[in-house]
């Protein structure tokens, strides 16, 4: 009893919001368990903005964020293609290519997209600067399971090694509708910018699972 007690009390820790300003969490080795489960209030969504940060060596293949519901394990996925300059976006399991960006190997990035049911597009924002918007259509999201470090292909499941991240991850939010351009650019300058309002990196509600690290952001000297 006291144990079923203690187990209770640190899911219970596990589960309740946390502030994350000025950290991030470090995914240090390739795994195909590794992962953050992040928890959102709602459970349905015409429309989706999410915005990250993150910082990598990898040259394959790998998924930045993973949100899948039971019919469509890629409902929304945001996924680093191994060609070097290609980032996918997929909605309701349905993909667009965006070449040409200029991502960089051990720089940290800013990473947003966007889709909505209604027009059914998507578009990537890399480091504040927006790519041209693409159609894949896509049903709302019901039901939705969020995993970081892993990509899912099934709901809350279905992990890959070959599709694993390594390497740092933070400011992680999202939104349930479009942000306009200018919120966008807050988000990159760290600006006013208003917090996901379903996922808000200042109150995370997250569980992890296997080696990942919750560290303090600054990586370098800052100076005295
Ligand atoms: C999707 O959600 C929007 C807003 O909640 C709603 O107006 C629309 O009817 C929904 N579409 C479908 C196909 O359920």
Not at 93 to 114: E, P, S, V
Not at 153 to 161: A, L, N
Not at 209 to 216: A, F, K, P, Q
């Given at each position: 009893m006291a144990f079923f007690?203690?187990?209770?009390?640190?899911?219970?820790?596990?589960?309740?919001?946390?502030?994350?300003?000025?950290?991030?969490?470090?995914?240090?080795?390739?795994?195909?368990?590794a992962h953050v489960r992040l928890t959102t209030p709602t459970q349905d969504f015409s429309a989706v903005t999410v915005c990250l940060r993150s910082i990598t060596d990898l040259s394959r293949k790998y998924s930045l964020f993973s949100l899948a519901s039971p019919t469509a394990s890629n409902a929304f996925l945001i996924y680093k293609n191994s060609e070097s300059n290609v980032i996918d976006l997929y909605a309701g399991?349905?993909?667009?290519?965006?070449?040409?960006?200029?991502?960089?190997?051990?720089?940290?990035?800013?990473?947003?997209?966007?889709w909505d049911s209604a027009s059914g597009l998507v578009q990537l924002w890399l480091d504040g600067k927006p790519s041209i918007k693409k159609f894949v259509g896509g049903p709302n999201i019901t039901r939705p399971i969020v995993i970081l470090g892993q990509e899912q292909?099934?709901?809350?499941?279905?992990?890959?090694?070959k599709d694993s991240f390594?390497?740092?991850?933070?400011?992680?939010?999202m939104w349930d509708y479009i942000l306009s351009p200018c919120e966008i650019q807050r988000?990159?300058?760290?600006?006013n910018f208003t917090p996901g309002n379903v996922l808000n990196w200042r109150?995370?509600?997250?569980?992890?699972?296997?080696?990942?690290?919750?560290?303090?952001?600054?990586?370098t000297c800052q100076g005295v």
């Open positions: 007690l203690l187990l209770v009390m640190l899911t219970g820790c596990a589960a309740s919001p946390q502030d994350l300003s000025g950290k991030m969490f470090t995914f240090p080795e390739e795994t195909k368990t399991d349905k993909m667009a290519q965006f070449g040409a960006q200029d991502y960089k190997l051990n720089m940290w990035h800013f990473i947003c997209a966007t292909d099934s709901h809350g499941g279905g992990f890959d090694i390594v390497g740092m991850m933070s400011d992680v939010h988000y990159v300058d760290d600006l109150a995370l509600e997250f569980q992890t699972t296997g080696r990942v690290l919750i560290e303090n952001k600054e990586m």
